[in-house]
């Protein structure tokens, strides 16, 4: 029978593949962002299920990055691991790391376009005085966005597609993530 790893779990997992903080606090960034979606569309008896997965999505990428998302998915098998539960992972990488799953249900949308997000909104909070999103607003993170120097490894076109697989204009994709990283914050290390 294929399981769903519990958070306990999926932690354990996650931090005998991944061991950088940068890696372990995107991963927990990723998990509160995800959970905050669930609650706020609708989705609350799949919190668990959602951060889970948003813990997970980047599992395989310390130690494989050129297998990012194929990888992942034979750990996640080797483990018995809920075939829904690895595709919801993997299709994050859709288009971009050789998954050929395609972000189906809403959730996984969500992952996909917030992954990158999640790191421009940091990368900006990072240059303000108090170091925190706490303040940051959206036109703050769109002067950054503009800049394609700024945060270079945060795709604008992943986040702009994201977006519109959402049927979400960017600012709101923006401001949504922007609102669930403050809740977020006070749990990070």
């Not at 606090?25 to 008896?45: I, K, N, P, S």
């Not at 971009?96 to 940091?122: C, N, Q, Y």
């Not at 945060?151 to 959402?166: F, K, N, P, T, Y």
Request: proline letters at 4%; charged letters at 30%.
């Amino acid at each position: 029978m294929s399981t769903i790893p519990t958070r306990e779990q999926a932690w354990e997992l996650l931090t005998e593949y991944n061991s950088e903080p940068f890696h372990l606090r995107h991963a927990q960034t990723v998990e509160g962002v995800m959970r905050y979606f669930a609650r706020e569309l609708g989705y609350e008896d799949e919190t668990e299920y959602w951060g889970a997965v948003g813990l997970l999505h980047d599992l395989d990428f310390e130690q494989n990055p050129d297998e990012h998302c194929v990888k992942v998915a034979e750990i996640l098998k080797e483990r018995d691991i809920d075939p829904r539960f690895i595709d919801s992972i993997v299709s994050h990488g859709y288009g971009l790391t050789g998954s050929a799953t395609r972000p189906e249900h809403e959730m996984e949308k969500i992952l996909f376009a917030v992954d990158e997000l999640t790191g421009l909104i940091w990368a900006s909070a990072l240059m303000r005085p108090s170091k925190s999103v706490a303040d940051l607003e959206l036109k703050s993170v769109k002067k950054k966005f503009k800049d394609k120097r700024f945060a270079a490894g945060c795709s604008r076109d992943i986040i702009r597609q994201g977006a519109e697989e959402l049927g979400w204009d960017l600012n709101t994709l923006i401001e949504r993530t922007i609102l669930a990283m403050r809740e977020v914050e006070p749990s990070l290390p």
